[in-house]
């Protein structure tokens, strides 16, 4: 996330109307304040599977409830990163600088 702190706000404030270069900055700052909230609630949910998704939890005797309950912490991280590659790939298409910003 370093490079889209210090050269996306750049590349935004070079690239669109000096008056609506606020509006595209608090954007995305609230981006960055509502995303984490939604992933601390989406990866709760995760918790409630169990780590072994290949394996009923319930014929070890555990449930959520259980002291030794693993959950599966690591889907959000796949889902995560699947949807970053895909959100990446316009952002690819991108010039150094948009055509008119001059």
Known sequence: ????????????????????????????????????AIGYMVGAKFLDFYTDVFVDPKSLGLDPN??????????GFL?????????SLPLLAFPASLPGSG
């Open 1 to 36: 996330a370093t490079p889209l702190y210090t050269l996306g706000i750049t590349y935004m404030d070079e690239n669109v109307p000096q008056r609506s270069s606020s509006f595209y900055n608090g954007i995305f700052y609230t981006g960055s304040i509502i995303g984490p």
């Open 66 to 75: 259980n002291p030794k309950w693993v959950g599966a912490w690591w889907i």
């Open 79 to 87: 889902i995560s990163g699947f949807i970053g590659v895909l959100l």
